[in-house]
């Protein structure tokens, strides 16, 4: 459908602790005709609406939201949380204090030191305290049930009012009291796993200060406008994207790349809002604010990335749907077989499916949060699962394997020159040649501070060389074409060694004078520094099958493939990238395609997980890839491939321990080995195991 025809509504939920609430959010929604997309976030307790306006209203979202069961919290609702907070701090009070009194009783009497101390405490207190602290809960369930959906909470419903039935009001009032704290426990581990959300909301600067007509002005940062000149002064955080326009200073990156070492930026560099000035002042160009900066948009996915369902989140929905039915139906059985309406409520009351629900998303909220802190943006659980079963990793070569620009690898005195002469002279027949290769040059001799003159005769000539005068002698310098239509013999050890760098893949320039030889420069795209070690680790990973894909000539890719040790394809276009990705995958392969996200943007969307390297500021990368390096780092790579299979593992560890726990739990109660108040008690315990064992990942 056209964007003209598509609107968003974004509406804070208040209450939207568990997974199992935010799959009753959306089953409501998805009943409405113009929804087109619906995401839900627990960490943000938020939820966005994709919808046809000529088919659907912002109210009939709403209305359906409260429907089911939950509130829509609307701007400037300070107010009514408060007293939201003091009601339920009110009720939280006295269902605590009845049921301590229970509890206390309980175990005196176990003890033997006082008989029948329960039944000290009034019916009508313990009913009061299972009406008010249960009245939240009940309203949730009856509003979900009008809704024609059944969630966990109406299983111990149904256990409160069985015991209520039984005239078991301690039991009643018990079950209230630990469902109550349950319900804490699931928003507390929430919470835990908000905070790397929060912790990357507070680093964004809140104002800038800029120059408007020769005077500084501080703003709020809404206020401030592509264009303006922001100044940001020693040890003040960057407000917005732009450019240095004056000013020298080291900048620290980590909240965009994760990296540690300040980067020193001078004018014409580029700089990141939420990154902060260490030393100088700098002025700069505003070209990006707030949500669209590089760091919003980064606050933006970390914040959505649970909204991706990975195989394992919708395994566990699957398991949610059948497993209230099917408990209930248990229940049902012990109460017929057994005849004891006791160890029915009991199976009720132990059987939660939050924690089978939970299992997945807070597993993928504390790993995509601390990666984000690590320079490592991944897009949620989805990418994160297709990161643990990654077995090849196809990468592109100019700008990701190598640097992308040309480099003086080596130079060769064919008469006893010295190298530094040799590139002086070369620098200064190249001085105004707009080829590639004289950059490297210009610049190996810029930062050697070697002085080189302008030639005074210049002549360039295409597919072979430079025919230049320099001090009143004449110089070449080329290829050998250009050297045989001179005159110019290159031989003995001087060719040898010649021949021998350009096997290397690298490309050599040869100078000459009227006398003869004088040297040999040979220019390459140099490997970045860390990708050996990268390799090495991939392997480690058991990631064997590496491929290199790249549109240069076929005797680079070789010679830069036998120095990895890896398989490549030559002189290859975009879409023929994607035909060696599409391959690889009908074969059974799990593909990554590393690139720079702008050309080999088509065959990142093809891989089953897509890594863009050094995604800082680019929009095609953070867009296109399912994961994005914010560094040029090729060590993030395997990192990222370990980051996802340690949020695997745990995900099928919490689901494995949710399962057997609840299968556990249930069968003690049917059996009448756990009566209803300690399968209250019971069944909050899954929460903090899940919710423990996923925090491990925020500190991995």
Request: net charge negative; charged share 20%.
């Amino acid at each position: 459908m056209p964007s003209a025809d598509r609107e968003t509504l974004e509406l804070s939920i208040d209450g939207m602790d568990c997974a199992d609430e935010a799959e009753q959010i959306e089953k409501a929604l998805h009943k409405l005709q113009g929804v087109l997309e619906i995401k839900t976030s627990v960490a943000a307790e938020k939820v966005t609406v994709s919808y046809d306006p000529e088919a659907l209203t912002p109210a009939v979202v709403k209305k359906t939201v409260e429907g089911a069961g939950f509130h829509v919290k609307e701007a400037g609702s300070a107010e009514a949380e408060r007293r939201a907070d003091l009601s339920n701090l009110i009720t939280g009070t006295l269902i605590s204090v009845v049921a301590i009194a229970v509890l206390g009783g309980i175990v005196v009497e176990r003890l033997g030191l006082v008989e029948k101390l329960v039944q000290q405490v009034p019916a009508w207190l313990m009913i009061l305290a299972v009406l008010a602290g249960g009245f939240p809960i009940f309203r949730k369930v009856f509003q979900a049930l009008r809704a024609r959906t059944v969630t966990s909470h109406a299983l111990m419903t149904i256990g409160i009012l069985g015991a209520l039935f039984i005239r078991d009001f301690s039991a009643a009032a018990l079950i209230v009291f630990f469902m109550r704290l349950a319900d804490f426990l699931e928003t507390f581990t929430t919470a835990k796993s908000r905070q790397a959300i929060k912790r990357l909301i507070q680093l964004s600067p809140e104002t800038a200060r800029i120059e408007r007509n020769g005077e500084e002005i501080e703003l709020e940062i809404d206020d401030v406008r592509p264009g303006d000149i922001v100044l940001v002064k020693p040890g003040e955080k960057i407000p917005v994207d732009g450019k240095v326009t004056s000013g020298y200073s080291s900048v620290n990156q980590a909240s965009i790349t994760g990296e540690s070492i300040p980067v020193e930026k001078a004018e014409g560099d580029e700089v990141f809002a939420a990154t902060i000035n260490e030393r100088g002042i700098l002025k700069v160009k505003t070209s990006r604010v707030g949500s669209d900066a590089t760091f919003g948009r980064i606050i933006k996915l970390v914040a959505e990335a649970e909204s991706a369902k990975s195989p394992a989140q919708k395994f566990a929905d699957r398991v949610t749907a059948y497993y209230i039915p099917v408990v209930l139906v248990l229940a049902a059985l012990t109460y017929v077989i057994g005849r004891d309406p006791v160890a029915a409520v009991a199976v009720l009351v132990v059987a939660c499916s939050c924690a089978i629900a939970m299992a997945t998303p807070i597993a993928v909220l504390a790993s995509v949060g601390s990666a984000a802190r690590r320079g490592v943006l991944v897009k949620g659980g989805l990418a994160l699962e297709a990161l643990a079963r990654v077995d090849t990793v196809v990468m592109d070569k100019t700008g990701t394997v190598t640097f992308g620009k040309p480099t003086v690898t080596d130079v060769l005195s064919a008469n006893g020159l010295p190298q530094e002469e040799i590139l002086r002279i070369a620098a200064s027949i190249e001085r105004y040649s707009e080829h590639p290769l004289a950059s490297a040059i210009i610049e190996k001799v810029g930062k050697s501070s070697l002085a080189f003159k302008s030639p005074e005769k210049f002549e360039a000539i295409p597919g072979e060389g430079i025919v230049a005068r320099l001090n009143g002698k004449k110089f070449y310098l080329g290829n050998c074409k250009l050297m045989q239509a001179r005159g110019v013999t290159f031989a003995g050890e001087v060719l040898g060694q010649a021949t021998a760098l350009e096997n290397e893949g690298k490309t050599t320039i040869l100078l000459a004078d009227q006398s003869g030889p004088l040297g040999v420069i040979s220019v390459a795209d140099t490997l970045r520094d860390e990708v050996p070690q990268a390799f090495a680790e991939l392997k480690q990973l058991a990631v064997n099958h590496l491929l290199l894909l790249t549109g240069d000539n076929r005797r680079v890719a070789s010679a830069l493939a036998e120095n990895l040790s890896v398989e490549y394809g030559a002189e290859l276009l975009p879409e023929q990238k994607i035909e060696k990705v599409k391959t690889l995958q009908a074969s059974g392969k799990r593909v990554a395609m590393v690139g720079d996200g702008i050309n080999d943007a088509p065959a990142l969307a093809q891989a089953d997980v897509g890594i863009a390297m050094g995604a800082a500021g680019t929009d095609v990368a953070i867009e296109t890839a399912h994961v994005a390096l914010m560094r040029d780092d090729w060590r993030l790579v395997p990192e990222a491939i370990r980051i996802g299979r340690r949020t695997f593992a745990t995900i099928q560890q919490n689901l494995a321990f949710a399962l057997l726990y609840n299968i556990v739990g249930i069968s003690l109660a049917a059996t009448g080995w756990l009566p209803p108040v300690w399968a209250a008690a019971a069944q909050s315990l899954p929460d903090v195991v899940i919710m423990l064992n996923s925090s491990r990942l925020l500190r991995s």
